[in-house]
């Protein structure tokens, strides 16, 4: 247990700190005002959240007051978090236990295999604990100001926070340990894991926009939504909590010997959890965990006559490079291309769910409204690119092969953005389909909005790469760190919503406040966000070269 916390220690200290977290390096006055500032912008934008978070508790516990059932927020708090908790928690479980770039490290030291296992699902526990911890903390201090709480209650609220991300995490473990041993000995097992990550991914969703369509089916908003919600789909949100999910929120919100018997249920559970996960996946740990180190036997023959002596551009070849790296790392591609799932899966839905609001509601818009708003949706989308936006950052310690290359920092700069400007294409396509041929809009339309679409994401791609290039994250062990732990990719996002409400406003103002026809107003916002993605472009391309040219192997 010793080396266990051993290493759990030196993990935390490299991947928590603030200095990791920021990705500023350096030590002095001007380094930590760095750092301070940008924790203060992750508090803001958490405030922000969390406040909003806080408002529709408010009103959730109001309505299930009024209703009589005060319990049935926290049933749904708990619910909530343990769901998300195991779900997230695969695709954590694997980027951090089994596709982490340390493990050959990990394995060359004087260390059991179990101590290695058990050390990396501390790290994991402890950052599904945060999260947990910030979701279920505000839902008990206003559940317990409204509903009234004692001590204990507060007391066993702690408890079941700090108990409740073990059993989801387990199972999530069992899960990826079961898969990672069966694709591991598959030929092919990059591509079979980022397809399954993809369809664990797009049933997630369903599920979402089918319980959401499901409890949805008031037509009320305000405090009278909660009401309703209450009102018509009790007998739903009942059959919702099951063990262990009930027991949980029992152990919370019940009194005396309930909560007692219901927090000895849980304990229980989790224990059992533990001890088939520690002598099941710690057993097969190892043999999984090091599949993926292993180079693939390739059965492909190249023939001869595949060497025609041409040479492909500079440009293209790293096009080429930068999609076969996405694609042959499962966390890269579900992180890069889920805009795409997330696309497809919320247009087609209305359509097989028969709710009809959203597709009787558009044919009765006109052609340039249509098209702005489908130029917006792709914008919006394109904003989540972090694909693009950490383009730099994911070359990690092969950095150097950028700094050997003989091609110019500018022409490397190109092919970036080439590549991160044809990611928004895989969402763009299926929006623009949609339009024409589910929402009945004409295809002139629709062609237009897809145009100003991808303008619209050229800009958001060559402006939120300007800060990956600037200050890349080159030093990360795992693959999740280089792509989901990165401050450039959040920033990117920051930068992509800001542009396109920006551009959203003032094409509202020009509009509605200047009298101009709705084609000329269409052609002045084309106009703009052509000029702005040229202004990007232009920007990306010198600050690039600059910066590779600046920056250290």
């Known amino acids: 247990m010793s080396e266990a916390w ?65 319990e049935l927020v926290m049933d749904l708090v708990v619910l909530v978090s343990m769901a998300m908790c195991a779900v997230f928690g695969i695709f954590i479980v694997m980027s951090n236990i089994y596709l982490a770039k340390d493990t050959a490290l990990l394995y060359s030291l004087p260390v059991r295999s179990k101590s290695i296992f058990i050390s990396k699902f501390m790290l994991v526990y402890l950052s599904e604990l945060l999260v947990n911890l910030s979701f279920m903390l505000p839902a008990v201090i206003i559940y317990g100001s409204m509903a009234g709480g004692s001590a204990a209650f507060y007391l066993r609220a702690l408890y079941v926070a700090l108990l409740m991300p073990v059993i989801p995490l387990l199972a999530a ?76 929120s029992k152990g919370i919100v019940g009194g005396g010997y309930t909560s007692l018997f219901t927090l000895v249920l849980f304990t229980i559970t989790a224990l059992i959890f533990y001890i088939i996960v520690y002598y099941a996946a710690g057993a097969i740990y190892r043999r999984a965990a090091v599949y993926h180190l292993e180079a693939a036997k390739r059965y492909k023959k190249t023939a001869v006559t595949e060497f025609s002596g041409q040479s492909q551009g500079a440009v293209r070849a790293m096009y080429k490079k930068e999609w076969k790296i996405l694609l042959r790392s499962s966390i890269y591609a579900t992180n890069s291309l889920t805009g795409a799932v997330i696309a497809v899966i919320a247009v087609l839905f209305p359509v097989f769910s028969g709710d009809g609001g959203l597709i009787s509601m558009l044919p009765e818009i006109d052609a340039w409204t249509a098209s702005l708003i489908l130029a917006c949706a792709i914008g919006l989308f394109s904003s989540l690119n972090p694909g693009a936006t950490t383009a730099v950052s994911r070359e990690g310690k092969a950095f150097w092969l950028v700094k050997a290359l003989p091609v110019s920092y500018r022409r490397q700069t190109l092919a970036k953005l080439v590549f991160g400007s044809v990611i928004p294409v895989l969402w763009a396509l299926p929006l623009a389909v949609a339009v024409i041929f589910i929402f009945r809009a004409p295809i002139a339309a629709a062609i237009f909005g897809f145009l100003l679409g991808m303008a619209v994401s050229v800009a958001i791609t060559a402006l939120g790469m300007v800060f990956d290039f600037i200050k890349p994250k080159l030093s990360w062990t795992n693959e999740a760190e280089a792509i989901k732990q990165n401050m450039n990719a959040l920033i990117g996002m920051v930068v992509g919503a800001a542009e396109v409400c920006i551009l959203g406003f003032a094409g509202y103002l020009l509009i509605t406040k200047t009298g101009l026809a709705m084609w000329a107003a269409c052609v002045l916002i084309a106009a703009a966000t052509v000029a702005l993605a040229a202004v990007s472009v232009w920007m990306l391309l010198r600050v690039g070269e600059k910066a590779l040219d600046r920056l250290e192997a």
């Open 173 to 248: 473990l069992l899960l990826d340990s079961i898969l990672m041993l069966v694709v591991g000995r598959l030929r092919k097992r990059e591509l079979i894991t980022t397809v399954g990550s993809f369809v664990i991914l797009a049933a997630i969703l369903v599920g979402q926009f089918v319980l959401n369509s499901t409890l949805a089916s008031s037509e009320s908003s305000g405090e009278d939504f909660f009401a309703n919600l209450f009102n018509t789909s009790w007998t739903k949100l009942q059959t919702l909590s099951v063990p262990p999910v009930s027991w949980a």
């Open 6 to 70: 051993l290493l759990f220690r030196v993990q935390l200290r490299s991947r928590f700190s603030l200095k990791e977290l920021s990705g500023i390096n350096g030590s002095g006055s001007k380094a930590s005002a760095k750092r301070a500032g940008m924790l203060l912008l992750i508090l803001i934008g958490f405030g922000s959240i969390l406040l909003m978070y806080c408002m529709i508790l408010i009103g959730m516990m109001r309505a299930a007051i009024d209703f009589g059932y005060p």
